[in-house]
């Protein structure tokens, strides 16, 4: 597919996917979404094993694009989402790789949730998150108001959407909503060291992590024990796992194939 609003590059089993749309802070319109939801599942068809969404110049994303007034006022929401957004975050969801958010800069509205259905946030010093939508009589959407107060809790899930407040990086990480947050000059190089790190991991351990993790909101505590049962017994099956004892007691790094 020859993209028009973001970038695809997969190099040594990394996939970047970088929305391009820097004039407007990397807003959301329906080919961006479309354009995401299309990237995402053909990195998984390049010999990927993590994968890195970011954004171009200042900003991360600053959410839906409200640039056309008259557009925006027509826009039929519950369809959008639906229809558009629902497919691009699933997407995400459901992609078998580590999936890191570099969060360059702004992540507003729509950008900020789009940031929080990564697997892990990573962000620049200068990036800040914000809740932005009641500035225009709307909730937080985009799975906002599912993934954010599972992240920071009920009362600052709250506070940041009814007052709209930037949340900066360096606070974003003291609510734990953030992984790290990492001075700007060294930000590019710090994300891409880290999705090597993962693209060089047990990928189907990684996969069956994401599983676990997700259910443990639901699960009672016997339930979830027995799914960590199940799972890491399909783990100490595979080829990665035997590498791995081999490798700590040849006290040498080991050479994960991701299977």
């Given at each position: ?38 990237a995402v ?16 110049g200042r ?6 694009d409200?640039?056309d007034?008259a557009?925006?006022?027509r ?12 497919p ?35 962000a ?10 009641t ?12 993934f ?7 009362q ?15 606070q ?25 790190q ?13 599983e ?16 960590e ?6 783990l ?24």
């Amino acid at each position: 597919m020859d993209y028009q609003t973001i970038t695809l590059a997969v190099r040594d089993t990394v996939a970047v996917l970088t929305m391009n749309r820097p004039d407007v802070m990397n807003a959301l319109n329906t080919q961006m979404r479309a354009e995401i939801t299309h990237a995402v599942k053909a990195a998984q068809g390049e010999g990927a094993r993590a994968l890195v969404l970011t954004g171009a110049g200042r900003a991360f994303c600053s959410g839906q694009d409200l640039g056309d007034g008259a557009t925006a006022a027509r826009m039929d929401l519950e369809r959008v989402l639906r229809d558009e957004y629902v497919p691009m975050l699933t997407a995400i969801l459901d992609c078998p790789l580590p999936v890191i958010a570099a969060v360059n800069g702004a992540a507003a509205g729509a950008g900020a949730n789009l940031a929080l259905v990564a697997d892990v946030i990573l962000a620049s010093e200068e990036a800040f998150f914000q809740q932005a939508f009641t500035r225009i009589g709307l909730i937080p959407d985009a799975g906002g108001t599912w993934f954010l107060p599972r992240h920071v809790g009920y009362q600052r899930a709250m506070g940041a959407s009814l007052f709209a407040d930037r949340i900066t990086a360096r606070q974003a990480v003291e609510w734990g909503m953030v992984y790290e947050a990492v001075p700007a000059a060294d930000f590019d190089a710090h994300w891409r060291a880290r999705a090597a790190q993962l693209a060089a991991g047990p990928t189907e351990t990684y996969r069956l992590l994401k599983e676990a993790m997700r259910a443990s909101f639901e699960n009672r505590i016997d339930e979830q024990l027995a799914l960590e049962g199940r799972l890491q017994g399909r783990l100490g099956q595979s080829r990665d796992f035997k590498e791995g004892i081999v490798a700590f007691l040849e006290k040498r790094p080991p050479q994960f194939e991701g299977r």
